[in-house]
């Protein structure tokens, strides 16, 4: 029996040891092409016509995204299910994709399926040396002014864009039951461009990469993340940006809380 456990305690040492070391390879890969992507990205930024500079940064974005979930998931780490974000991708009206925001890599996932999607990001996170290059020639839109930032924003879906807007603002936090209160942004901007607003509802089975979570605390492997798209929802006339958060809000709640395999799980819970 001791000889068993030992040889238990040993495979699963060793389980430990090779998925740590596929992870930071992965994290590396990211770094080393995440920083390509700004040099190159910046340099045509500059060079390049309007024209020419966007569909090129979203290129190189989708293949370096790409090529980072295929290793995920060729190294036995992810187990994905993003079939439906395919389906979005082939739809070419404008919109506003909402979705929830669980883990700090949400946006690859979508953007590696969606390439033509433009993204609100951090300032901060745009001027990054790993992330800013690529992001700047993707004609990505900075948050750092909430007025120009709605205002360009807008001015790209009234021009058929797809725009990817988290609406909770940032990560779910650890203690929420299932999102973070929807913010007034998504509100907004669902008004003045009368585009609608589709849900995208992403469950998984490990707070990785969560808000507050260290980055060192090792997840169980495989990760498990699932897309499932909802039905595009109208801000309606009779609607403040209040009412429109709040049913927005509910929608969201109702789906998130259905049984799932991936249902979030509540900290009491684990």
């Not at 991708?89 to 390439?115: E, K, T």
């Amino acid at each position: 029996m001791s000889l068993e456990l030992e040889s238990l305690k040993k495979k699963s040492l060793f389980k430990t040891i090779t998925e740590w070391t596929l992870m930071m390879l992965g994290f590396v890969y990211w770094a080393v092409v995440g920083s390509a992507i700004t040099i190159i990205g910046t340099l045509l930024y500059w060079c390049l016509p309007l024209r020419y500079s966007l569909p090129c940064g979203r290129f190189l974005l989708q293949k370096a995204f790409q090529v980072f979930i295929a290793y995920f998931r060729v190294a036995g780490l992810l187990i994905l299910n993003d079939e439906e974000l395919v389906k979005l991708s082939q739809c070419s009206n404008a919109m506003i994709i909402a979705p929830n925001h669980i883990a700090l890599w949400d946006a690859v996932f979508i953007i590696a399926r969606i390439p033509e999607t433009i993204c609100i990001m951090k300032g901060a996170i745009l001027r990054n040396p790993i992330l800013g290059g690529g992001a700047r020639l993707a004609g990505y839109i900075p948050n750092d002014s909430t007025s120009q930032m709605l205002l360009k924003a807008s001015a790209q879906l009234q021009q058929g864009e797809k725009l990817l807007v988290f609406p909770e603002g940032t990560r779910t936090k650890p203690d929420a039951i299932w999102l973070n209160q929807i913010q007034g942004a998504v509100a907004i901007l669902a008004k003045h461009s009368s585009v609608p607003v589709v849900p995208v509802y992403i469950r998984s089975n490990s707070r990785f990469f969560e808000k507050g979570r260290p980055l060192f605390k090792m997840p169980d492997f495989p990760l498990r993340i699932d897309f499932t798209i909802g039905k595009p929802i109208q801000f309606k006339a009779e609607e403040s940006n209040k009412d429109f958060s709040s049913r927005l809000e509910s929608i969201y709640v109702t789906e998130l809380s259905k049984p799932h395999p991936l249902r979030r799980k509540q900290k009491t819970d684990e």
